[in-house]
């Protein structure tokens, strides 16, 4: 019976929960965010890990999700490629472009590289990136207006990697506008916070864990990511949402659904 039971649980958690995906949606109040950009919406995917599994097919069906949420901007924080000393898994990323051209925001698609991007070959995402015109944010600032008012997406390079160059980041920002920052690591957070200068940091890598039991919670939590794992935080006085993610890597998930976020932003 025991044996049983973990067979089925072994099956549901390779093929069944991972087709689940979840579109959760959050409303955000942030500071300093400017009337014109109230209602604004983000819609942040996390972590394809292109591989077998996540197949050109499979994320186009993710990015209608995507799409029929009406986002103003999309977001997507790292790990485009999957990483395995074994063998290689590079050819598995450059089917990514055609689905990552079919994403739909008036604002456009940025993204950062994670981990896994830098282990595979980062030439090679950024080349898929560009292909599937997505605005890699490469410790760089881009500043949307409207009527006036200032939002700025910034983003950081993967810190796991020792790539982040936040000084740089803060060099390039504006004093004045709300600022967001990408970052593919969620414990991250607590340096970005310390600058007073974010409302919100969006952040992958954890996969929520992939794996979550009773009292051991989550199995699979890599470097970088065990403070913050999933969910909203309030580290300081910034906002911190950490992606489950879309792929899996490895391809299982129990109790922690891949997931697509789509925040609201609202003035203060």
Same mark, same amino acid.
């Given at each position: 019976?025991?044996?049983?039971?973990?067979?089925?649980?072994?099956?549901?958690?390779?093929?069944?929960?991972?087709?689940?995906?979840?579109?959760?949606?959050?409303?955000? @109040? !942030?500071? %300093? &965010?400017?009337? #014109?950009?109230?209602?604004?919406?983000?819609?942040?995917?996390? $972590?394809?890990?292109? /591989?077998?599994?996540?197949?050109?097919?499979?994320?186009?069906?993710?990015?209608?999700?995507?799409?029929?949420?009406?986002?103003?901007?999309?977001?997507?924080?790292?790990?485009?490629?999957?990483?395995?000393?074994?063998?290689?898994?590079?050819?598995?990323?450059?089917?990514?472009?055609? @689905? !990552?051209? %079919? &994403?739909?925001? #008036?604002?456009?698609?940025?993204?950062?590289?994670?981990?896994? $991007?830098?282990?595979? /070959?980062?030439?090679?995402?950024?080349?898929?990136?560009?292909?599937?015109?997505?605005?890699?944010?490469?410790?760089?600032?881009?500043?949307?207006?409207?009527?006036?008012?200032?939002?700025?997406?910034?983003?950081?390079?993967?810190?796991?990697?020792?790539?982040?160059?936040?000084?740089?980041? !803060?060099?390039? &920002?504006?004093?004045?506008?709300?600022?967001?920052?990408?970052?593919?690591?969620? $414990?991250?957070?607590?340096?970005?916070?310390?600058?007073?200068?974010?409302?919100?940091?969006?952040?992958?890598?954890?996969?929520?864990?992939?794996?979550?039991?009773?009292?051991?919670?989550?199995?699979?939590?890599?470097?970088?990511?065990?403070?913050?794992?999933?969910?909203?935080?309030?580290?300081?006085?910034?906002? !911190?949402?950490?992606?489950?993610?879309?792929?899996?890597?490895?391809?299982?998930?129990?109790?922690?659904?891949?997931?697509?976020?789509?925040?609201?932003?609202?003035?203060?």
């Amino acid at each position: 019976m025991v044996g049983g039971a973990l067979a089925g649980g072994l099956v549901y958690a390779r093929k069944v929960e991972p087709e689940r995906v979840e579109v959760r949606r959050v409303s955000l @109040p !942030l500071s %300093r &965010l400017g009337r #014109p950009f109230e209602g604004y919406r983000i819609a942040q995917i996390s $972590d394809p890990h292109a /591989d077998r599994w996540m197949t050109p097919g499979r994320l186009l069906e993710l990015v209608k999700l995507v799409n029929a949420e009406a986002p103003d901007l999309v977001v997507i924080t790292g790990d485009f490629a999957t990483y395995s000393p074994l063998f290689s898994l590079t050819h598995y990323a450059t089917k990514l472009a055609a @689905p !990552l051209r %079919r &994403l739909r925001a #008036p604002e456009g698609t940025f993204a950062v590289l994670g981990n896994h $991007d830098h282990k595979t /070959d980062a030439g090679l995402v950024r080349r898929v990136l560009a292909s599937g015109d997505v605005t890699e944010l490469r410790n760089d600032v881009q500043t949307l207006r409207r009527n006036g008012a200032s939002l700025h997406l910034c983003g950081i390079d993967s810190a796991l990697e020792g790539k982040e160059r936040l000084e740089r980041v !803060l060099d390039k &920002l504006p004093e004045e506008g709300t600022a967001i920052l990408l970052a593919h690591e969620p $414990d991250f957070a607590d340096t970005s916070a310390a600058t007073g200068r974010f409302v919100l940091q969006l952040s992958g890598h954890s996969h929520g864990g992939q794996v979550r039991l009773p009292l051991i919670e989550s199995l699979f939590l890599p470097p970088l990511s065990r403070r913050y794992p999933s969910g909203l935080y309030r580290v300081g006085e910034m906002f !911190l949402y950490t992606n489950r993610g879309i792929g899996a890597h490895p391809n299982l998930r129990f109790n922690c659904r891949p997931e697509i976020t789509v925040f609201t932003l609202r003035a203060e």
